[in-house]
């Protein structure tokens, strides 16, 4: 880890501390404010396995991430557990010493939890939109039950993973299951956080009246379940987060859309076939994998990252306009939100 004398900034002062790792471009539901079948039909063309960085090259890049400031590493997807092998990429980056943890949609975490966590991954975020089973099922566009999804999350927890749920709300889709799926984790030991639909990428058809804002939604689960704010974990935490007076567990909300936190944000973020992008709303990336393949050194990547980040001056969600939204943007699907 590099110490505080150290520390790589941007060029608005920001440190480099987290690096969310996509590990394939693939899913296997087709959420419509991420991946839609009208643009990842059967005939979508996926990314082919050469195209992808091996888990030697996402090792050593990590490696010299950790090297520059980066204390945790997210794995992502796409749905990052159709990457074949995976606890074997878990056990190479444990060594390197930053948090480990993962996101997934949940739906093959029941078989896949045991080996994740013998491997050295602690910590898991599942996404979960909804508990009532009709909705949860048009929203993954694939009707696959929840059901499965919360057996995962029994799972995850049964074998040690500290488990977080991430739920998009959007307006006119499930902004019902706010309330209701604060009610159902309540004293479970499992935080869920509520994120605001961003628009990110082109396809998702985001429109700014189906953002359901964090302040709506920390007032409905309020009403029921009286809230009182709490400090963040550490500086740069994306997440505004609230305890339940009674004591039983917190809820976190992300307002990327009302109230962007691009002046805090601390995030690189690479795509599996090694784009570096430093916002989560980029338009293009800078090739990482072509780097690593030509024969550079560790020192040269260094440089290069340092360069990269130096310069960073991104903050999208602050300037967010009509003209803006329009402009291309990278899908998530290829960066892992």
């Known amino acids: 880890m590099s110490d505080a004398s150290t520390t790589l900034l941007d060029s608005r002062g920001r440190p480099l501390h987290d690096l969310r790792i996509s590990v394939t471009d693939r899913c296997n539901f087709r959420c419509n404010y991420c991946m839609p079948k009208a643009s990842f039909g059967p005939g979508f063309q996926f990314l082919p396995r050469p195209e992808l960085l091996s888990f ?25 557990l159709l990457r074949s092998e995976l606890p074997s990429l878990i056990r190479m980056l444990a060594p390197l010493g930053a948090e480990i943890a ?16 013998e491997a050295g991954l602690r910590r898991v975020t599942v996404s979960l939109d909804s508990l009532d089973d009709a909705t949860f099922r048009a929203l993954n566009d694939v009707d696959f039950p929840v059901s499965k999804v919360l057996a995962g999350i029994d799972a995850a927890s049964g ?5 977080k749920v991430n739920a998009v709300i959007r307006r006119g889709f499930n902004q019902d299951s706010v309330v ?7 004293g479970s030991g499992h935080v869920v956080r509520f994120i605001e639909f961003m628009d990110v990428g082109i396809t998702n058809g985001w429109r700014l009246d189906q953002v359901v804002s964090a302040s709506e939604m920390i007032a409905a689960i309020d009403a029921e379940f009286p809230l009182e704010p709490i400090a963040e974990n550490y500086s740069g935490e ?3 987060r609230y305890r339940y007076q009674d004591g039983t567990g917190e809820v ?22 090694g784009q570096l992008h430093l916002c989560l709303f980029s338009s293009h990336g800078t ?51």
Not at 102 to 117: D, I, V
Request: hydrophobic share 40%.
């Open 180 to 186: 209701e799926l604060a009610r159902h984790f309540k």
């Open 238 to 240: 994306v997440a505004r």
């Open 287 to 337: 090739d990482l994998r072509a780097t690593l393949r030509d024969g550079s050194s560790d020192a040269q990547v260094t440089e290069l990252l340092r360069a990269l980040w130096a310069q960073r001056s991104d903050r999208y969600s602050a300037l967010r306009t009509e003209n803006t939204r329009s402009l291309p943007k990278i899908e998530m699907s290829y960066i892992g939100g």
């Open 159 to 163: 074998v040690g993973l500290r488990v």
């Open 102 to 117: 993962l996101t997934t949609n949940g739906s093959l975490l029941a078989q896949h939890a045991a080996p994740l966590f």
């Open 56 to 80: 030697e090259e996402l090792t050593r890049l990590a490696g010299i991430f950790v090297g520059l400031g980066v204390r945790k590493l997210r794995i992502t997807g796409g749905e990052p």
């Open 252 to 273: 976190g909300v992300i307002a990327s859309v009302t109230e962007p936190f691009c002046s805090s944000c601390t995030r690189a973020r690479l795509s599996a076939n």
